[in-house]
């Protein structure tokens, strides 16, 4: 982008966001100033994605989990995330309604973006998220949550699924809504940083930063992203 247009939002752009997000004219504009100086090619790539989950979660294995919030934010599939899209993606995961939080839980879980969820891709965020509790925490769940697949197991069976059908979104949410231990399993939630906004929110607000994590975003020479943190800050706000 040149100096002359990355110094202020397009219209259309401000006025879509408007559209579509709960978040003030001056909010948007002041973060696109914050996204533009942190990441002056005005892209967040998904290795630079993964350094805020790294560094926020420093005695976890945090890369495979962000990847999935990555390729869930990542709407065109261009393996970016430009500006709009971590806007409407920081909108859904922090403001609005459980609904629409849990609208973008699915998308999470839907691994190959074909619209529905199956055993296997449940598994495989269980596993990605299971990476995020330290092996002290791990010691400590229940004996039928205590491995990545026996939390899928759990989880899939709130869905009265057999392991060989496949869940839609509206099935989905109406499971998690439901089922209060669903809601739970769909999430990690460590306990340091239960008040903690969501962690690719982090990008934009730095003074949301949690004091003992100073993260300051690096993209290429600029950001890391700041606040999808995981499904517990995110549903539970």
């Known amino acids: 982008m040149g100096n002359s247009t990355s110094s202020a939002i397009?219209?259309?752009?401000?006025?879509?966001?408007?559209?579509?997000?709960?978040?003030?004219?001056?909010?948007?504009?002041?973060?696109?100033?914050?996204?533009?100086?942190q990441c002056p090619t005005g892209r967040i790539t998904p290795e630079e994605f993964e350094q805020i989950y790294t560094r926020f979660f420093p005695e976890s294995d945090a890369t495979s989990y962000a990847r999935h919030v990555f390729r869930s934010f990542d709407t065109n599939d261009d393996g970016t995330l430009d500006f709009k899209e971590y806007i409407i993606a920081l909108h859904m995961t922090s403001t609005g309604k459980t609904t629409r939080k849990l609208e973008w839980a699915f998308s999470?879980?839907?691994?190959?973006?074909?619209?529905?969820?199956?055993?296997?891709?449940?598994?495989?965020?269980?596993?990605?998220?299971?990476?995020?509790?330290?092996?002290?925490e791990q010691s400590k769940l229940p004996e039928d949550e205590n491995t990545p697949e026996k939390?899928?197991?759990?989880?899939?069976?709130?869905?009265?699924?057999?392991?060989?059908?496949?869940?839609?979104?509206?099935?989905?949410?109406?499971?998690?809504?439901?089922?209060?231990n669903a809601m739970r399993l769909i999430h990690y939630e460590p306990l340091k940083h239960l008040h903690s906004p969501p962690v690719h929110s982090l990008l934009l607000?730095?003074?949301?930063?949690?004091?003992?994590?100073?993260l300051q975003p690096h993209c290429h020479s600029g950001p890391t992203p700041r606040q999808s943190y995981h499904l517990d800050t995110v549903i539970n706000h």
């Open 10 to 37: 397009s219209k259309e752009i401000l006025e879509d966001l408007k559209l579509n997000t709960k978040f003030t004219e001056v909010e948007i504009s002041q973060w696109y100033e914050n996204f533009q100086r």
């Open 108 to 136: 999470l879980f839907d691994v190959d973006k074909n619209g529905y969820i199956n055993k296997t891709e449940v598994t495989e965020i269980c596993q990605a998220i299971f990476k995020l509790i330290p092996k002290e």
């Open 151 to 180: 939390r899928a197991n759990k989880l899939w069976a709130y869905f009265e699924k057999k392991d060989n059908e496949r869940l839609a979104e509206g099935e989905f949410i109406k499971g998690v809504i439901e089922n209060e």
């Open 205 to 214: 607000k730095p003074a949301l930063v949690h004091p003992r994590f100073p």
